[in-house]
């Protein structure tokens, strides 16, 4: 082993080795032990949120999160798959409800997206294409209503499992005090 990395989890690693696997994500490669904070290669694009009246199914009387996400065409950079490879722009919307835990979730989505976590370029499987803007391991709420296989609501683990899910991707709770909620 040349040059030799121990990780605060105990494992060792030649220090080119994990400075390669840290480019992608910033945990130990063996146990998966967070090292840091993890970023990801989400191309350049804006989120913006709102507050609308209407009720989401399962969510009576509190109105429902707006959130907006835009991106620009542009060329993958060396952090995508196929650099200089050009990539199409959209806009998606997604919905929360208004409520305490809605605005806790929308919270902890303003720290993915500061740490370019939310979208990656890759494959997308809808659309049957490579170099295109896709989701990034974190499920959004695309639709009002249609339940959990039209990506809507009622969902009643939906915020549960979006949590988990930002959880896996490094963002927690504490990262809400350090980094407060506004994009």
Known sequence: MTDPVKLKCGHQFCKQCVD????????CPVCKM???????????????????YFDLHGYKGCG???????FNGGHQTEEHPDPGQWYRGFTRTAYLPNNAEGQKVLSLLK???????????????????????????????????GGP????????????????????QGVTEEDLGATGSSV
């Open 64 to 70: 429902t999160i707006v959130i907006t996400y835009d």
């Open 34 to 52: 967070k090292c840091g904070v993890i970023t990801g290669n989400m191309p350049p694009g804006t989120m913006r949120d709102r507050v609308d």
């Open 149 to 168: 296989t039209n990506h809507g609501y009622p969902d009643p683990d939906y915020l549960r499992r979006v949590q988990e899910e930002l959880a896996d």
């Open 111 to 145: 720290v993915a997206w500061k740490r370019r976590l939310t979208f990656t370029i890759g494959r997308s499987v809808t659309m049957g294409r490579d170099s295109c803007i896709t989701w990034n391991e974190i499920h959004h709420k695309t639709n009002t209503s």
């Open 20 to 27: 390669k696997s840290f480019k992608i994500k910033a945990v």
